[in-house]
Nanobody
Framework: QVQLVESGGGSVQAGGSLSLSCAASGRTFSTNTMAWFRQAPGKERAFVAAIRWDGGSTYYTESVKGRFTISRDNAKNTVCLQMNSLKPEDTAVYYC????????????????????WGQGTQVTVSS
């Protein structure tokens, strides 16, 4: 059974930092694009960042560029999201996602492209 388990969420003040981690089990994702999405209350789940299977390319939504960094460790089957200079508008439930297709990153920002999802972790940023 494939599982993605996020950890590292919490509450911080604006300007603070958090590091999210996603551990995959049940299969390896070393040949797959992985991503982070977030969902704020009353809003749709939205793309945050993605990383190609080999870490060679990373992608970010405009609002987090320069503040968030996505990385992966294929040996540990994990993907991380380092979040700095957090803002209240970053408050959301953050989800880890993995694409089932190998060596493909063409749909990195579309949630429908991802087959596997974690349960989410809450990030709350207070002003």
């Amino acid at each position: 059974q494939v599982q993605l388990v996020e950890s590292g969420g919490g509450s911080v003040q604006a300007g603070g930092s958090l590091s999210l981690s996603c551990a995959a089990s049940g299969r390896t994702f070393s040949t797959n694009t992985m991503a982070w999405f977030r969902q704020a209350p009353g809003k749709e789940r939205a793309f945050v960042a993605a990383i190609r299977w080999d870490g060679g390319s990373t992608y970010y939504t405009e609002s987090v560029k320069g503040r968030f960094t996505i990385s992966r460790d294929n040996a540990k089957n994990t993907v991380c999201l380092q979040m700095n200079s957090l803002k209240p508008e970053d408050t959301a439930v953050y989800y880890c996602a993995a694409d089932d297709r190998r060596y493909y990153s063409g749909g990195y920002s579309r949630k429908g492209e991802y087959e596997y999802w974690g349960q989410g972790t809450q990030v709350t940023v207070s002003s």
